[in-house]
């Protein structure tokens, strides 16, 4: 990627600014609940581009399959029976990255450049840099990385960065056979997710929102919603994501003080050695020590 | 150096070993670790055989390391109870510091600082095992809150002890004549007579 490789806002693990003198335009991808249909088509897209196939699993009685996301499942569909307005409503949601402006898992990585945010807001993970100790999962609000079995590593959704990079849209996008998943600038999404909001109040969805969460600073796959303020109804989306208090402390500035009180305890001990000298047995002790014994042996 | 006989012994073989297996679990941890505290320590994970060795290596030290201290703390708790003495040296330990001892209150085999480093470790190293484990993915999965604690408790905390262990090897460099009791488990009369006079006295009977 060497010319993407102009455009990196963050690297993790790096305390210097990234190569970034270019600057693509943000983008972003909607996701219209409302239009989707469960098909699925979007899910062997993903699977057929990145060229990652999970295991065939079994029914158990539900249209979620694969049941999660794993290292070669990056987007899965997740389906939810609930009751709203005194009717049934199946509500499908397509999980995958959030593509987070502030990215948990980006902050939490230990591994220079293993994670990186590009300019255009996708969040990549470099399977290369990985070393498998799943920070990432633990920073991660929405609980989307996953680390594979096969070789530790890390994975995740990558927006198709690559070809993003050469002005393509994702896979899914491309197959999706409704349109409900579009690609553009995150400007325009937010426009057309606009219209598509005031279409469905108008269709008595009075609570019909964008849910672009702000506490992760947006997100760079946002959801058209028929019911925003309840996204918990949509198989347990966070209606507030944020980076954990106890990650920002994890990972805050304690991190740097303490390795500033490291280094003084260290150099402290040093100078305190050089400013009071060493404790020495002193001169009287050891010469008591000896009187004692010439005493004994003048008694033998 | 020559050894007098009449050297008092101070730590046995087993014990000795005992300890130098900890320290080095120790120092191992402490590298490999930080090396995930802060990018500025990521270079250390070249000790390791690179990154990914580092984080292999880590928690397998730390169970040894965790196995072997519960072996030391056997073997010393007894003589780390803290008694009204050890609470008045602490009291005193800026005179101890500036280098002026002589007026210190006499010490048995260990004295105040030692016992609560003593004890300050134990409760460290239990927080550092639970919470290690709690963020050891490549085998574990426990709740992401518990992890998340884990996390913050272990960074936490290996701070606050490498900072402690930084002071146990220093006070051992400084005090002359400290460092051959993990050595060779033997110190000088006047040694133990300057620095443990109680316990010089019990092991002497002067
Ligand atoms: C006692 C048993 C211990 C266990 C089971 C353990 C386990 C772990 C694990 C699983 C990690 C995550 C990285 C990896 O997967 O390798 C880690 C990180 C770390 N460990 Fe330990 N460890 C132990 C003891 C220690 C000790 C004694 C120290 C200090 C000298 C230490 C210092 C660290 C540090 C500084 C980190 C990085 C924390 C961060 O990224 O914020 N560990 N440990
Ligand atoms: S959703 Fe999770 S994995 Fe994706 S960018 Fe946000 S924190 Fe990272």
């Avoid at chain 1, 009180?261 to 400013?275: C, E, I, K, R």
């Avoid at chain 2, 500036?98 to 010490?107: A, K, L, V, Y």
């Avoid at chain 2, 051959?180 to 488990?185: D, I, L, Q, T, V």
């Amino acid at each position: 990627m060497p010319l993407q490789s102009l455009d990196i806002l963050r690297r993790s693990a790096t305390t210097t600014p990234s190569t970034q003198v270019r600057a693509p335009v943000e983008v972003a991808k909607l996701i219209d609940v409302t239009t989707c249909i469960g098909c699925k088509a979007c899910q062997v897209a993903c699977s057929e581009w990145n060229d990652i196939r999970e295991e065939v699993g079994e029914c158990v009685g539900v249209y979620d399959n694969p049941r999660d996301l794993s290292a070669n499942a990056w987007t899965v569909m997740r389906f939810n029976e609930t009751e709203e307005n005194g009717k049934l409503e199946w509500l499908i949601r397509k999980d995958g990255c959030m593509h987070c402006a502030d990215p948990g898992c980006l902050k939490s990585c230990p591994s220079p450049g293993a994670i990186i945010q590009y300019k255009n807001g996708i969040v990549d993970f470099n399977e290369e840099n990985c070393i498998g100790c799943g920070y990432c999962v633990t920073g991660c609000p929405f609980n989307v990385p996953r680390i594979s079995k096969q070789d530790n590593k890390a994975y995740k959704c990558s927006l198709c960065s690559d070809r993003v990079a050469v002005g393509q849209e994702p896979a899914c996008v491309k197959t999706c056979p409704t349109g409900a998943i579009q690609f553009g600038s995150k400007e325009d999404m937010k426009e057309v997710a606009a219209g598509r909001v005031a279409e469905l109040k108008t269709r008595g969805y009075d609570q019909a929102g964008l849910y672009d969460p702000q506490g992760v600073g947006g997100t760079h796959v946002m959801y058209v919603l028929h019911h925003a303020d309840k996204p918990g109804l949509y198989s347990g989306l966070p209606a507030n994501p944020t980076i954990s208090p106890l990650v920002s402390l994890w990972k805050g500035v304690a991190k740097p003080l303490a390795t500033l009180v490291l280094a003084g305890v260290a150099l402290g001990s040093l100078f305190h050695y050089v400013t009071t000298g060493p404790n020495e047995v002193a001169k009287e002790i050891e010469d008591e020590i000896e009187a004692e014994d010439r005493e004994k042996e003048d008694a033998q | 150096m020559i050894r007098d006989p009449k050297d008092l012994k101070r730590y046995t073989a087993s014990e000795r070993a005992n300890h130098w297996v900890v320290g080095m679990c120790f120092i191992l941890l402490a590298l490999s670790g930080l090396a995930f505290f802060h990018p500025a320590f990521f270079p250390l994970t070249q000790f390791f055989g690179g990154p990914v060795w580092a984080r292999i290596l880590h928690p397998f030290i730390g169970i040894l390391m965790a196995v072997s201290f519960v072996s030391i703390f056997l073997r010393f708790r007894k003589l780390n109870l803290m008694t009204a003495t050890d609470v008045e040296w602490l009291k005193r330990s800026r005179e101890m510091v500036t280098g002026d001892d002589h007026n210190m209150p006499e010490q048995g085999k260990y004295n105040g600082g030692q016992k609560m480093l003593f004890w300050v470790l134990a409760i460290g190293m239990l927080l550092m095992t639970v919470s290690g484990i709690l963020i050891w993915r490549a085998y574990f999965h426990f709740d992401i809150t518990l992890v998340r604690l884990g996390a913050v408790v272990h960074a936490g905390m290996a701070a606050v002890m490498i900072a402690l262990i930084f002071v146990h090897v220093y006070a051992a460099i400084w005090v002359k004549g400290t460092i051959r009791a993990m050595w060779y488990g033997t110190v000088t009369r006047a040694w133990a007579k300057q620095h443990h006079r109680a316990w010089y006295r019990q092991v002497t009977g002067k």
